[in-house]
């Protein structure tokens, strides 16, 4: 079934720019792929969303396997990072109408659960992708950083019209840039507080001190036979 999806899907970008991610362009990109018409209401039960849901996935497919096939010796996290989401957008650079037509049905309040779950499923993979194998509390930070960057990135490529998109790209980079110095500032924050001594040890080490002082001190006994 993914790869009746996967026809229908891709011959369905020609006929979005024309009448948007509809029943009617799933059913002639049916056609089209050399099914029935109604393959195409078959195949995407819930409709419209969720032909572009699955356009997203067969996006992070192909990212993955273009990054695989591109090679990634030698270059910094961050640099793998920005070539994953760039090979993802590249890949699409004739078809940015019908990007531009699902990230608008998308963006509806009654479509937010699913593009939450598309953002996520393409910087899981990015994060993935790029041999990132973090499980502790990062793991979720990092997702979190680079949706907010790959959201930026996607809206300011489709309305770049500099050559080869190279405003996107130097935008992609310095996003990226500014991350890698937030986590450096963090870091040196970080190695400077753990020199710091601890106000609430100390305090504890003094009446710790003070009470061990104090049950070594010799009491005082009155007199046998005084009274008082």
């Not at 499980?135 to 949706?147: G, H, I, S, W």
């Amino acid at each position: 079934m993914t790869a009746i999806r996967d026809a229908i899907v891709e011959h369905a970008l020609i006929h979005v720019a024309f009448d948007g991610w509809s029943p009617k362009t799933l059913r002639a990109a049916a056609a089209d792929a050399g099914f029935e018409p109604s393959q195409g209401d078959r195949a995407f039960p819930g409709g419209a969303v969720d032909a572009v849901a699955h356009w997203c996935d067969l996006a992070d497919r192909r990212m993955e396997a273009a990054l695989h096939e591109h090679g990634t010796e030698g270059l910094r996290l961050h640099e793998r990072v920005g070539l994953a989401i760039r090979l993802r957008l590249e890949q699409w650079d004739m078809d940015r109408e019908a990007v531009r037509r699902g990230v608008a049905l998308l963006s509806l309040p009654s479509n937010a659960r699913t593009s939450l779950r598309c953002t996520y499923r393409t910087v899981d993979t990015i994060w993935w992708a790029v041999g990132d194998a973090s499980t502790d509390f990062n793991f979720y930070t990092k997702r979190l950083q680079l949706a907010g960057v790959y959201s930026a990135v996607l809206l300011y490529w489709l309305d770049d019209s500099s050559e080869e998109s190279a405003e996107t790209w130097a935008f992609l980079e310095r996003r990226l840039n500014d991350i890698v110095r937030l986590h450096k500032a963090r870091h040196r924050v970080r190695a400077g507080l753990s020199k710091v001594p601890n106000p609430f040890s100390a305090a504890r080490t003094v009446a710790e001190k003070a009470q061990h002082m104090a049950s070594r001190a010799p009491r005082f006994r009155m007199p046998r036979g005084h009274r008082a």
